[in-house]
């Protein structure tokens, strides 16, 4: 399996490509966010330690804009917010979907028509429990983003006419493709992605 920016940008359509080695942070940087904790690899994940607020990872290569589909497991650590939070593109656009803020229970994406996760209709709440893994599982098409928690669809909503962009804030340093935690350690593994159909 190749972990090089090069091969992740074109696998076939409908193969899982692996995005982390288990090893180490090849192919990612750790997020410039201001007061950021460390980022390091440790018994096959991930950890995303506690920033003062946050600490993430960014994606160095290249990624599809849509058409999409990505997994991962992640497990907070300590701290009471959002512990993996996911920053992906949207055709011309970014978008976040975040697990477990605004206080450690709200999952939804940040932002459609400019309303962050916890004032549009893709807010819901989980309990996430510290030092549990969670499969996380999100798909991004021209007109939807779809998104699960171990087999919970958490997100259904169509884009299509809608604004989808970024909070503001420093979560935009996270695109095209980035993990963020929020004061919170969070650790990750297993990230993958595939193509939904064959790149155009």
Not at 17 to 26: A, C, E, R, T, V
Not at 178 to 195: H, M, N, P
């Amino acid at each position: 399996m190749l972990y090089a920016a090069a091969a992740w940008a074109q696998p076939k359509a409908g193969e899982w490509q692996s995005l982390f080695d288990g090893k180490s942070l090849q192919g990612w940087r750790e997020t410039p966010f201001t007061g950021r904790g460390p980022a390091r690899v440790e018994n096959g994940a991930i950890v995303l330690g506690a920033g003062k607020p946050l600490t993430g990872i960014t994606l160095t290569g290249s990624f599809p804009k849509s058409n999409y589909e990505v997994r991962f497991e992640a497990a907070r650590r300590e701290g009471g917010d959002f512990f993996a939070s996911l920053t992906f593109p949207v055709q011309d656009s970014f978008c976040t979907w975040v697990t477990g803020g605004w206080g450690g229970d709200i999952v939804g994406l940040s932002s459609l028509d400019g309303w962050d996760a916890s004032d549009n209709e893709t807010r819901s709440y989980v309990n996430f429990e510290k030092e549990r893994w969670y499969a996380f599982r999100l798909e991004v098409t021209d007109d939807r983003i779809l998104a699960w928690i171990d087999d919970r669809q958490i997100v259904n909503v169509a884009i299509a006419g809608r604004s989808v962009g970024l909070r503001y804030g420093e979560i935009k340093l996270s695109a095209p493709f980035g993990f963020a935690s929020y004061a919170t350690t969070g650790v990750l593994r297993k990230i993958e992605y595939r193509l939904l159909r064959a790149a155009r």
